[in-house]
């Protein structure tokens, strides 16, 4: 599969004193069209700031540091400027972020923010762009469009809000769906709607997503890849099954083992000891050293990334049998 999106040593940096620290580090990924990847971290790790990076948006006096490429459909994002850029942003790339409250706006009604987005990006009438907006709205799943396209935020549960910020993110017609911890504020059984949603949308309209989240458990079926973060690096990326079945990072068996379980005898939950550190306050070497069971001497340097089979890396000195390490 050709890649649609392709990440290679993305760098963001923020000024910190008399330096500037990278939270987002070296950052390196791609989706295919028609692909599901998931990126899942603890907050704080840089999952946020990578999609923004992406769209270009990250928050002033933060910048892309130089080196970075970012290419979508092998157009160059870092070399586009005005009105290039405002076709990327909405019309190629299309984004859910994780609190439809605070991205809606409180005095237009759902309808015409759907529409809004319509005309922003395809030369139609006013009319045409509302009965466009009613079917987007039918098509994510609320009842009586019409009715619905009538109210305003406020109106609507949780549940509802989200459908419509990715019905806004669907109204361009984009090429690929970023989803920002999208089930995050809702319940257990609006969190599978959704996300069967996303699931229904990539199929039918041939999306590539990338599904941003802290719970590895809500891509377990949902996603074809997973890349996991820590620090503002890549420390794994692998196949979900594969990953699932074997995880190779001390970080990803420490997110798995949080997880409860619902088959098995009834054990304790297991937390990850401490926090992810500042961007300032990373330590040298292995940025998981301090929290990792499996630390030993070589972690001190910074780890490689290595292969560790088919589609496969791992950050980490356990995968490299020349310095002694302990493949699991």
Known sequence: ?????????????????????????????SIARGETVALVGESGSGKSLTSLALLRLVPAPGRIETGASLRLGGADLLALEGEGLRQ????????????????????????????????????????EARQ?????????????????????PHQLSGGMRQRVMIAIALAAEPELLIADEPTSALDVTVQAQILELL????RARHLAVLLITHDLGVVADRADRVLVMYAG???????????????????????????????????????????????AQWPEGCRFRP?????????????????IGPARTALCWLHDPSVGGRPR
């Not at 050709?2 to 987002?24: H, I, K």
């Not at 409250?101 to 139609?124: C, K, Y």
């Not at 466009?132 to 305003?152: F, H, N, S, T």
């Not at 699931?199 to 990539?202: A, H, N, T, V």
């Open 199 to 202: 699931d229904r949308l990539r």
């Open 1 to 29: 599969m050709s890649a649609l999106l392709e990440v290679q040593d993305l760098r963001v940096s923020f000024p910190a004193g008399s330096r500037r620290v990278q939270p987002v580090d070296g950052v390196s990924f």
């Open 88 to 127: 990327v942003r909405g019309r190629r790339i299309g984004m859910v972020f994780q609190d439809p409250m605070t991205s809606l706006n409180p005095v237009l009604t759902v309808g015409d923010q759907v529409a809004e987005t319509i005309r922003a990006h395809f030369p139609v009438s006013g009319a």
């Open 132 to 152: 466009r907006a009613k079917a987007l709205l039918g098509e994510v799943g609320l009842g009586d469009p019409a009715a619905r396209a009538r109210q305003y």
């Open 233 to 279: 690096k890549i420390v794994e990326q692998a196949p979900t099954a594969a990953l699932f079945a074997a995880p190779a990072h001390p970080y990803t068996r420490g997110l798995l083992a949080s997880l409860p379980r619902l088959r098995g005898p009834r054990q304790p939950l297991l937390a990850i000891p401490g926090n992810v550190p500042e961007a």
């Open 291 to 307: 929290r990792c069971p499996d630390a030993f001497g070589s972690c001190a340097g910074d780890p490689p990334m290595i292969a």
